[in-house]
């Protein structure tokens, strides 16, 4: 039982290292542009909800004439004026 827990325990950190290598890869190839787009691409990921826009994307996708897919989806420029706090989980 124990040797499971162990063996799940070093899966798990090891798919979440996976994850963040690959997102750490796909962030350096689309900020290639330069430091002036990364900090375009950083204030919309900032300003936006990704959940959000991927749901309101799903809801108007379309494809294009050479096959690849596109959505009409309304972004915010600028972040919040009053953002909310960070969540913290509160143990009791």
């Not at 070093?10 to 689309?30: C, D, I, M, P």
């Not at 919309?44 to 990704?50: I, L, T, Y």
């Not at 826009?53 to 009409?72: I, L, M, N, P, Q």
């Not at 600028?78 to 509160?90: L, M």
Request: hydrophobic content about 45%; aromatic content about 10%.
């Amino acid at each position: 039982m124990i040797a499971a827990a162990t063996v799940g325990a070093f899966w798990g950190k090891a798919s979440a290292n996976v994850a963040v290598h690959e997102t750490e890869r796909g962030l350096t190839t689309a900020f290639q542009d330069g430091p002036a787009a990364a900090s375009i691409w950083l204030n919309f990921m900032q300003a936006n909800d990704g959940n959000l826009v991927r749901e309101a994307c799903a809801k108007s996708t379309f494809k294009t004439a050479d096959g690849r897919r596109a959505c009409a989806v309304g972004l915010w420029v600028d972040p919040p004026t009053n953002p909310a706090p960070p969540y913290r989980a509160q143990w009791k």
